[in-house]
């Protein structure tokens, strides 16, 4: 007779494994890069990017507007310096301070607004570099404790592999060879015949195919999924 129930405990046991492996192996996967950390520092690195834009627009806006300022001082001295005496060429120049005072106050309206604007983005970025901070320290403490669960883990599997290798021990080399053949296709390969139905896929079995799996002289497979029945 086949050793079903050896095969059936096996499985058990196989399953278990699986299982803690899958939970390790999500786990290593987690102690990756923080996602969150490198999207928080990629907001901070554009926002960083715009602050430096802003900063040297306002630099930039600086120089002209001292420029402006030193050439309305120029022509305020020829204006009243007393060298120009012609009524018309001194109208045409107090004309052209005048206009040059008024770009120079936009000039200077539009430096306040660039310079709210770089504090704003000095702030912003500051901000996303604290969040990036807390970000890194959260996931670093997170991954400590990934791996004190990863190593609990590794020595868990340890121990249920020897259950495994032990198991094994017990079955026949021929029985073990179907089994492994067919875990290589599913991870479970022994189903129970519950109520006349497989377990694996719930369907009703033949009568006859229930017979021979009761009689277990040899693998009886459901007709459906091609797992190997078992009756306890």
Known sequence: ???????????????RLDALKQERDDK?????????AAGLQAEESAQRQILDEVREHRQSLEQSTEDARTKIQAEDAKLYGGEIKDPKELSNLQAEIFALRRALRAQEDHLLALIEQEEEAQAAAAHLEKLVEASRARWQQQQQQ??????????????IGEEVNAARADIEAEELEIYDAQRRLMPIVIARVVGGACSGCRLTLPINAVNRARRADQPVRCPSCQRILYVA
Do not use: K, N, Y
């Open 1 to 15: 007779m086949i050793a079903l129930s050896d095969l059936s405990e096996l499985q058990e046991i196989d399953l």
């Open 28 to 36: 290593l996967r987690q102690t990756r890069d923080d996602p969150r």
């Open 146 to 159: 990934l791996r004190t669960e990863v190593t609990a883990l590794e020595e868990e599997i340890a121990a």
